[in-house]
């Protein structure tokens, strides 16, 4: 998983409870992005950052915050606004690339969240 | 708007047989793509990407692309097939035009290697 790590692998919240996921790389990557897995759906961006102190929000950010204080950092709180937080949650990172090219993400092992 | 379709949720194939997972696109201008790997519980992993050039991206563990512009479609293969590429296959595309780097994913396809 390639210099990103998750914690913890799984975690359990009851409703009405905010809770943070936490991810960290040490790749020096600029770029970082949180996106939630669920069966069928494929992978759906919340929030991305490519630089400290700033963020976006991605295609379901509704319910859910981040921070960016600093670079190697990018913890997603999952608040109790969101209506269906059951899912498996995925940080990744990547170079930023100025004019031609893509880089590609690198993923961490990612948090299962189960509301109970 | 970009989009990406993988048109079949599970593939079969016999174990040392050819394998092709397929991929369409919708980029509005030209795409950069992406495969990516996922074994059960984890993230994901890069397998390859195509960016300009050659038309057939070679990748890790012995896995190909290739691009069709005409037919907006970039096909992951491999020659022949090992149980141990049972896992979840998604590509993945981003627009060349866009200023945010956003990936779209597809919902991913399953491959079953069959011994």
């Known amino acids: 998983d390639g210099g990103i790590t998750q914690s913890p692998k799984y975690l359990f919240r009851k409703e009405g409870q905010n809770v943070t996921l936490s991810c960290e790389q040490n790749l020096n990557h600029d770029a970082m992005y949180w996106y939630r897995q669920d069966p069928g759906q494929g992978l759906r961006l919340i929030y991305y950052?490519?630089?400290?102190?700033?963020?976006q929000k991605g295609d379901i950010a509704e319910g859910y915050s981040v921070s960016r204080e600093k670079k190697e950092s990018f913890p997603l709180t999952v608040t109790s606004a969101q209506k269906n937080p059951t899912a498996f949650y995925l940080c990744a990172s990547g170079r930023l690339v100025a004019g031609v090219g893509a880089n590609e993400q690198f993923f961490g092992p990612g948090t299962r969240l189960t509301v109970l | 708007a970009q989009s990406v379709a993988q048109p079949e949720d599970q593939v079969n194939v016999a174990e040392g047989n050819p394998l092709t997972v397929k991929c369409t696109y919708s980029v509005s201008g030209n795409p950069y793509l992406f495969w990516y790997v996922q074994y059960p519980n984890r993230g994901l992993q890069f397998l390859l990407k195509y960016i300009t050039g050659d038309n057939l991206v070679k990748g890790s563990y012995g896995f190909e692309a290739e691009f069709n512009k005409s037919q907006t479609s970039f096909h992951l293969k491999k020659p022949s097939a090992l149980v141990s590429d049972s896992a979840l296959y998604f590509c993945?595309?981003?627009?060349?035009?866009?200023?945010?780097?956003?990936?779209?994913f597809g919902i991913g396809t399953k491959l079953q290697v069959i011994p």
């Open positions: 950052s490519q630089i400290v102190n700033d963020f």
């Open positions: 993945a595309v981003r627009d060349r035009n866009g200023g945010y780097q956003k990936v779209t």
